[in-house]
């Protein structure tokens, strides 16, 4: 699903917070791609309890614009697909965040060459 790693040439941490509807994405994942004139290829990581921090040596390409897309992944549930409920049960784990935050996102990034201007936060509604 997505390529990590970029091989190290000048790719920078990207950090920050990620909320959706007014409350933190407890799990889920953020996928940077790469758009317009940048090189390399996608990179992302989890989002946990609301934070996500995608580390330098695996992070985007500075001075690139990134195409953001976000998902997050809600409670464990059982189901099963006989109608009677009797047959084998599996669980699952929806996805809630909409598509125009993750499949047909519209976010975007610019990725700095240093430090604190790599701190991207996401309040989703």
């Known amino acids: 699903m997505l390529a990590v790693g970029c091989d190290g040439q000048n790719t920078v941490r990207v950090w920050g917070t990620v909320n959706y509807q007014g409350r933190a994405v407890e799990e889920g994942q953020i996928i940077f791609f790469p758009l317009e004139d940048t090189d390399g290829p996608s990179t992302g990581g989890a989002i946990e309890k609301g934070s996500y921090d995608i580390p330098a040596k695996s992070g ?3 001075g690139g614009v990134y195409q953001v897309q976000i998902t997050g ?3 464990a549930r059982s ?4 109608a009677s409920g ?8 929806e996805q809630y965040i909409p598509a125009r935050f ?3 996102s519209r976010l975007q990034v610019n990725i700095a060459e240093r430090g604190a201007k790599n701190e991207h936060d996401f309040d989703l509604r």
Do not use: Q
């Open 86 to 93: 009797v047959g084998p049960k599996y669980t699952v784990r």
């Open 79 to 82: 189901y099963s697909p006989d």
């Open 73 to 75: 992944t809600g409670p």
């Open 102 to 104: 993750n499949k047909n």
């Open 60 to 62: 985007p390409r500075a």
